[in-house]
């Protein structure tokens, strides 16, 4: 009996886990070329770092000469995620930059969902750039 | 008797142990232990919304289209149009100060709507500056910002959620507005029947 209930149980999660998964489709000659860049990376919350990572980082310059940042996310899980994330600006000198006001954006990806957020520098001498990511509610 | 003087000291005490002990902190303005409120916009909305919109305009090199650089950018009305009363400047300001510190644009402080200076002060430095050097620069800017904040409220249950859309328009001498940003937030809580 205790068994029968598990696996209801069980079974109960897995249906309900899948209405949170994503389905996509994109063009599979893709036009534009992506400016990869390679990233350093600090986890100290694996347990984010599980649920949602970062696949990958490109940057672009935008017609009035600022950095664009774009980093894909995934999530590995088949549920739901919280997550809040915001960006830092460093100039060559390696000091930050437009940090005066900067807020902690919420934002969240279904099962499975590939995303990206974008960011745009705040000035033109922001030459480099570090994301945090923290665990939603 | 004893106790006539007893209890009175200790509530005197217990009122004045509870009056020190608070739990008042600092914490990071815009940061993840800020309050969140469905019902009204949190300092954290204005600052999200300020800077997308002031990324995606310097983005789109509106301001760069100039004759002589940086833009000089004159504020025109935004329309608070969300059930609660809300200074503007709370994201007009944060605006300012990003394009100022880009060094895109910079903004006039001595024309402002209905021919009210925000610094009267300037605005009279500024017409004798005129007078002296027999020019007119009054009235001078090359954009004009106005915009709009829009309160959507929904209800399912005891679920509320509040959206607050951000309009900016970017218009230039000619009335035509060059740029245009949106920025959406979005709070769902769930709260008692009473109000919302």
């Known amino acids: ?137 | 008797m004893k106790n006539k003087i007893i209890i009175p000291l200790i509530a005197a005490s217990a009122v004045f142990i509870t009056g020190c002990a608070t739990d008042a902190h600092y914490v990071a303005t815009g940061g993840t232990q800020n309050i969140v409120n469905v019902g009204q916009i949190n300092i954290q909305d204005y600052i999200q919304a300020a800077n997308t919109m002031t990324g995606e305009l310097l983005a789109s090199g509106a301001l760069d289209r100039v004759k002589n650089p940086p833009a000089i950018l004159a504020i025109s009305r935004i329309v608070n149009n969300t059930g609660k009363q809300i200074d503007t400047d709370l994201l007009v300001k944060k605006i300012r100060v990003a394009l100022l510190q880009s060094g895109k644009a910079v903004t006039t402080t001595t024309f402002g709507l209905g021919g009210q200076a925000e610094d009267p002060l300037a605005s009279g430095m500024q017409q004798k500056s005129d007078f002296l050097n027999d020019k007119n620069t009054t009235g001078k800017a090359d954009f004009s910002l106005s915009g709009k904040i829009i309160q959507l409220n929904a209800r399912a249950g005891n679920t509320t959620q509040a959206t607050y859309s951000f309009q900016l328009s970017l218009t230039d001498t000619a009335g035509l507005a060059v740029w245009e940003g949106e920025k959406e937030i979005t709070k769902q809580g769930t709260q008692g029947s009473i109000g919302f």
């Not at chain 1, 995620?81 to 830092?88: G, I, P, R, V």
């Open chain 1, 1 to 137: 009996m205790k068994t029968k209930i598990a696996a209801l149980f069980a079974v109960a999660l897995a249906v309900a886990g899948c209405h949170d998964t994503m389905n996509s489709v994109e063009n599979a000659q893709r036009e534009g070329q992506r400016n990869m860049v390679s990233d350093s990376r600090v986890v100290s919350d694996t347990s984010l770092n599980r649920k949602v990572g970062v696949v990958g980082v490109n940057t672009a310059m935008t017609p009035g000469g600022f950095l664009k940042v774009q980093v894909e996310l995934l999530n590995r899980t088949g549920s739901l995620q919280n997550f809040n994330y915001h960006f830092e600006w460093f100039d060559q000198n390696g000091m930050q930059v437009g940090g005066s006001s900067t807020a902690v954006i919420a934002d969240e990806i279904a099962g499975k969902e590939d995303k990206y957020i974008s960011a745009i520098a705040p000035t033109e001498v922001a030459k480099d750039f570090r994301l945090k990511l923290i665990l939603g509610q």
